[in-house]
Every structure is written in structure tokens, then in C-alpha cells.
């Protein structure tokens, strides 16, 4: 009885050649050929589908850390939106602390009032943020939000910032919050 290697790896029995059948060594070689060529048909499929899926991974990989990110920029950006409402009430309470600076006590609220508001600003700078620059500069869509017109005097050109309502931040070099203006007309 021959003895040959299964597709498992095993060595198994050859089978018998059944009654009026006469197995040759070369219809053994070409058996042998066809199951090699089949076998390395099903490992050639089987490499590419590991290489789509090892590309799939890496890809699921690229998009989760681009979510995440864009989920942290989300989040800091609300954040510091949330600190910037503050900033503002802040500056409201400046600018009417000078109407009642010189009084004793409300000298000493606007002085502590003018240290919280430094502290925030320096707290700000250190994550990134700046103040914007808008009055006397030209009007620019992208970073101003005009609120109201006036007409253009002796100081102010057309299309010329000359009061802010509120202020506007960047962020790095975007705009965390465009600047809300009043411009010449």
C-alpha cells in the first residue's frame, strides 16, 4: 500500500486503485500538481484578504485619532468660548468701575475686578488665544461681524472699524469668535 501527505499534513494512505484502474506515477504527479496549484491559489487569497484587512485596521485606526481630535477641538473650543463670556463680563465691569473710580471701596472692587480680568487674559495666552485688533482697521468678513453702520466722519474712513461691541479672539491663527463691530459707511 503507497502512503501519501493529506491536505491536514498527515500521512494517509494512498487510496486503492479500484478494479480495472491502474494508477501510474504520472497521474500521481499531475494529482499532486493540480492540488499544489489549488493550494497555492486558496494562499494566494488568503494573503490578500489579510492584506485588506490589515488595511482596514490601519485605516479604522487613522479615522478614530481624527475623531478624537476633532472631538478634543470640539471640546476646547466650547471651552474657551465659555471663558470668553466671562472675559466679556469682566470688561463690562471695567468699563463702568472708571465711571465710579475714585470712591474708596468701589476703587478697591474695580482694582480687584482689573486683577481677575489680567489673570483670565494671561491664562487665555498661555492656551493659545489673543485678543483681535479691530478698531481702525479695515472691515474684514472673516473676522468681523458687523452689528451696525454709522456714517463716516473726519476720523473714520468707509468700511473702516471704529467701535467694537464685542470683542473677537483667535485661536492659534484662527478665529475663535469673530469680533462684533460697528463700521463707517
Do not use: C
Request: aromatic share 4%; hydrophobic share 40%.
Amino acid at each position: 500500500m503507497d502512503r501519501e501527505q493529506g491536505t491536514n499534513g498527515e500521512i494517509q494512505d494512498a487510496p486503492e486503485p479500484q478494479a480495472g484502474e491502474t494508477a501510474t506515477g504520472e497521474e500521481t504527479i499531475e494529482t499532486l500538481r493540480a492540488e499544489v496549484a489549488r493550494l497555492s491559489e486558496e494562499a494566494e487569497r488568503n494573503w490578500q484578504q489579510f492584506l485588506r484587512a490589515a488595511a482596514d485596521l490601519e485605516n479604522y485606526r487613522k479615522q478614530a485619532a481624527r475623531q478624537r481630535e476633532d472631538a478634543v477641538a470640539m471640546t476646547r473650543r466650547s471651552m474657551l468660548l465659555v471663558i470668553l463670556g466671562v472675559m466679556d463680563t469682566l470688561e463690562r465691569a471695567l468699563a463702568h468701575a472708571g465711571a465710579v473710580a475714585g470712591e474708596g471701596q468701589a476703587s478697591a472692587i474695580a482694582d480687584g475686578i482689573r486683577l481677575a480680568h489680567r489673570q483670565v487674559l494671561e491664562r487665555l495666552a498661555a492656551l493659545g488665544v489673543r485678543p483681535m485688533e479691530s478698531v481702525g482697521q479695515p472691515f474684514d468678513p472673516r473676522v468681523h461681524e458687523a452689528v451696525d453702520t454709522v456714517p463716516a466722519g473726519e476720523n473714520a474712513q468707509a468700511g473702516t472699524v471704529i467701535d467694537e461691541v464685542q470683542r473677537g479672539y483667535f485661536v492659534g491663527d484662527e478665529v475663535l469668535r469673530p469680533a462684533r463691530v460697528r463700521v463707517a459707511q
